[in-house]
């Protein structure tokens, strides 16, 4: 199962603006497949060990790495909101 992939820096909306405009064709179709996306933006493969755990800003742009097994994928996936 392949990893998730992370793009460090891409949690602002200036940053998901220029993802958009610079791997999206600004949202048209036709746009760049996520290989291509992936050689353009650095990005961070979260691979770990049995147990480990990444902590992330929800609104860091990621995907997952191909699946290539037979056997499903699991993630655990929440939120934190501090009061108020």
Known sequence: MGPTIMLPGSHTGDAHQEFI???C????????TDVTMLQQW???ECTGR????????????HCGGANTSS??????YFSVVGSG
């Open 21 to 23: 405009e610079e791997c």
């Open 42 to 44: 650095p990005h961070y």
């Open 50 to 61: 049995t147990g480990d755990a990444f902590v992330m800003c929800s609104q860091t742009l």
């Open 25 to 32: 064709n600004g949202g048209d179709s036709g746009s760049k």
């Open 71 to 76: 056997t499903r994928r699991v993630l655990l």
